[in-house]
Nanobody
Framework: QVRLVESGGGLVQTGGSLRLSCAAS????????VGWFRQAPGTEREILAT????????TYADSVKGRFFISRDLAKDTVYLQMDSLRPEDTGVYYC????????????WGPGTQITVSS
Protein backbone atom coordinates (compact mmCIF):
# COMPACT_ATOMS: atom_id res chain seq x y z
CA GLN A 1 0.00 0.00 0.00
CA VAL A 2 1.31 3.42 -0.87
CA ARG A 3 1.68 6.00 1.90
CA LEU A 4 1.33 9.69 1.13
CA VAL A 5 2.45 12.82 2.93
CA GLU A 6 1.65 16.34 1.78
CA SER A 7 3.82 19.37 2.51
CA GLY A 8 4.14 22.99 1.47
CA GLY A 9 0.97 24.46 2.93
CA GLY A 10 0.77 27.69 4.89
CA LEU A 11 -0.48 31.24 4.89
CA VAL A 12 -0.23 33.34 1.74
CA GLN A 13 -1.69 36.62 0.54
CA THR A 14 -4.13 36.94 -2.32
CA GLY A 15 -2.26 36.72 -5.59
CA GLY A 16 0.58 34.75 -4.10
CA SER A 17 1.91 31.31 -4.97
CA LEU A 18 2.61 28.06 -3.18
CA ARG A 19 3.88 24.69 -4.26
CA LEU A 20 2.57 21.58 -2.58
CA SER A 21 4.40 18.29 -2.57
CA CYS A 22 2.95 14.82 -2.19
CA ALA A 23 5.65 12.32 -1.29
CA ALA A 24 4.86 8.65 -1.72
CA SER A 25 6.46 5.63 -0.12
CA UNK A 26 5.77 1.95 -0.09
CA UNK A 27 5.03 1.55 -3.77
CA UNK A 28 6.19 3.26 -6.93
CA UNK A 29 4.08 6.25 -7.84
CA UNK A 30 4.06 5.48 -11.57
CA UNK A 31 1.53 2.72 -10.83
CA UNK A 32 -1.06 5.25 -9.76
CA UNK A 33 -3.14 8.13 -10.93
CA VAL A 34 -2.64 10.90 -8.38
CA GLY A 35 -5.16 13.56 -7.56
CA TRP A 36 -5.09 16.74 -5.53
CA PHE A 37 -8.23 17.57 -3.58
CA ARG A 38 -9.38 20.49 -1.47
CA GLN A 39 -11.86 20.68 1.37
CA ALA A 40 -12.96 24.06 2.62
CA PRO A 41 -14.83 24.42 5.93
CA GLY A 42 -18.43 23.30 5.61
CA THR A 43 -18.00 22.00 2.07
CA GLU A 44 -17.45 18.66 0.45
CA ARG A 45 -14.04 17.62 -0.74
CA GLU A 46 -13.50 18.60 -4.38
CA ILE A 47 -11.03 17.29 -6.88
CA LEU A 48 -8.72 19.94 -8.29
CA ALA A 49 -6.22 18.20 -10.54
CA THR A 50 -5.08 14.75 -11.56
CA UNK A 51 -2.04 13.28 -13.24
CA UNK A 52 -2.42 9.94 -14.96
CA UNK A 53 -0.31 6.92 -14.21
CA UNK A 54 0.70 5.96 -17.74
CA UNK A 55 1.61 9.07 -19.68
CA UNK A 56 1.20 11.66 -17.03
CA UNK A 57 -1.79 13.26 -18.70
CA UNK A 58 -3.39 15.97 -16.58
CA THR A 59 -6.87 17.23 -15.83
CA TYR A 60 -8.03 20.30 -13.93
CA ALA A 61 -11.19 21.55 -12.32
CA ASP A 62 -12.55 24.71 -13.91
CA SER A 63 -12.02 26.57 -10.66
CA VAL A 64 -8.24 26.18 -10.86
CA LYS A 65 -7.58 25.84 -14.59
CA GLY A 66 -4.83 28.21 -15.68
CA ARG A 67 -3.75 28.88 -12.09
CA PHE A 68 -2.79 25.45 -10.72
CA PHE A 69 -0.40 23.02 -12.37
CA ILE A 70 0.16 19.40 -11.42
CA SER A 71 3.41 17.61 -12.18
CA ARG A 72 5.39 14.64 -10.97
CA ASP A 73 8.95 13.48 -10.46
CA LEU A 74 8.89 9.70 -10.70
CA ALA A 75 12.53 9.43 -9.59
CA LYS A 76 11.48 11.03 -6.31
CA ASP A 77 8.01 9.43 -6.17
CA THR A 78 6.62 12.89 -5.63
CA VAL A 79 3.75 14.81 -7.18
CA TYR A 80 3.54 18.58 -7.04
CA LEU A 81 0.81 21.15 -7.23
CA GLN A 82 2.01 24.58 -8.25
CA MET A 83 -0.61 27.12 -7.25
CA ASP A 84 -0.46 30.64 -8.63
CA SER A 85 -2.76 33.66 -8.36
CA LEU A 86 -4.22 32.33 -5.14
CA ARG A 87 -7.59 33.61 -3.98
CA PRO A 88 -9.29 33.59 -0.58
CA GLU A 89 -11.67 30.91 -1.89
CA ASP A 90 -8.67 28.62 -2.34
CA THR A 91 -8.44 28.34 1.44
CA GLY A 92 -8.85 24.83 2.75
CA VAL A 93 -7.15 21.57 3.53
CA TYR A 94 -5.39 20.07 0.54
CA TYR A 95 -5.03 16.34 0.14
CA CYS A 96 -3.30 14.11 -2.34
CA UNK A 97 -4.64 10.67 -3.08
CA UNK A 98 -3.93 7.74 -5.37
CA UNK A 99 -6.04 5.52 -7.56
CA UNK A 100 -4.53 2.36 -9.00
CA UNK A 101 -3.81 2.60 -12.70
CA UNK A 102 -6.49 4.54 -14.55
CA UNK A 103 -9.15 4.06 -11.89
CA UNK A 104 -11.02 7.00 -10.38
CA UNK A 105 -11.45 5.21 -7.06
CA UNK A 106 -9.02 7.04 -4.78
CA UNK A 107 -8.17 4.70 -1.95
CA UNK A 108 -4.97 6.04 -0.41
CA TRP A 109 -4.98 9.50 1.13
CA GLY A 110 -2.45 11.73 2.80
CA PRO A 111 -3.25 13.51 6.07
CA GLY A 112 -3.65 16.87 4.32
CA THR A 113 -2.02 20.27 4.57
CA GLN A 114 -3.74 23.56 5.40
CA ILE A 115 -3.63 26.52 3.04
CA THR A 116 -5.00 29.88 4.06
CA VAL A 117 -5.20 32.72 1.56
CA SER A 118 -5.65 36.09 3.20
CA SER A 119 -7.47 38.92 1.46
Amino acid sequence: QVRLVESGGGLVQTGGSLRLSCAASGRALHLYTVGWFRQAPGTEREILATIGWWRGSTTYADSVKGRFFISRDLAKDTVYLQMDSLRPEDTGVYYCATAIGGSTNYTNWGPGTQITVSS
